[in-house]
């Protein structure tokens, strides 16, 4: 613990060393996103923006990302491929198979009700990398600011990624993120578990913390 958004648009979180990804705030990567850094964290920041960027080009292109991905991974391209989106809109989208019809029924529910509720949009891409329409989302689920994209792909070991827009980022702290993909995107849950189990879990996680007051200790467990 990756749709290239535009530097105000979004941060992006990805397993396992922070979970944790910033677009807006800019670092030098393969998608021209920079992240105010300095020094010692400006040179790390890079070379694990470097490394990760096949987990999000290849799952959204999302850009930047921490995470323990080979740096040889990051040669590989985004995917771009709309013909996999589905024909009418949705706020989940399975192409890897990992849900139930009742499952993607119960999901889109709960997230017609946390938009409802607080104004975040949560959205839910399941794929198998290389096999997704990437890019393509970022128009078909108009992405923006109050946008939260979760990426379910086993391909890197962690299951959960997920790109977060900047208003989701001033009420959630950016810790939520890792601790979620940690303790539900382990490979030793979704193995155990299933895919399935790891992808419900994190969205009703999602829904508790997005339903917290904001304060200083909003979030601080992940149920």
């Known amino acids: 613990m990756a749709i290239l958004f535009t530097p ?31 020094g010692a964290e400006s040179w790390s920041s890079r070379l694990r923006s470097k490394s990760l960027s096949l987990a999000f080009s290849g799952a959204l292109a999302l850009g930047l990302s921490l995470s323990g991905v080979g ?13 996999l989106l589905p024909k009418e809109f949705t706020s989940v989208i399975d192409v890897a198979g ?19 509720d607080t104004g975040f949009k949560l959205r839910v891409l399941a794929q198998n990398y290389p096999v997704t329409p990437g890019l ?12 939260i994209v979760f990426v379910a792909d086993p391909t890197f070991g962690n299951i959960l990624n997920f790109n977060v827009g900047a208003t ?8 939520f993120w890792s601790r979620l993909a940690g303790k539900y995107g382990n490979m030793f849950y ?26 200083a200790n909003n979030c601080a467990e992940v149920y």
Not at 190 to 215: F, H, N, Q, T, Y
Request: aromatic share 6%; hydrophobic share 35%.
């Open 98 to 116: 990992f849900l139930s019809d009742g499952q993607e029924k119960r999901i889109a529910e709960e997230i017609e009700d946390i938009e409802k």
């Open 190 to 215: 979704w193995k155990e578990k299933g895919e399935d189990a790891s992808i419900e879990a994190a969205v009703m996680a999602i829904s508790s913390c997005l339903r917290e007051p904001v304060g």
């Open 71 to 83: 740096i040889a991974e990051a040669a590989k391209v985004g995917v771009n491929k709309p013909e």
């Open 136 to 147: 393509a989302v970022k128009d078909f689920w108009q992405v923006d600011d109050s946008t």
């Open 168 to 175: 989701v980022d001033l009420d959630i702290p950016r810790s």
């Open 8 to 38: 105000s648009q979004c941060r992006t979180f990805s397993p396992p060393v922070s979970n944790y990804h910033v677009l807006g705030e800019t670092i030098s990567s393969p998608y021209s996103v920079k992240l105010k850094t300095s």
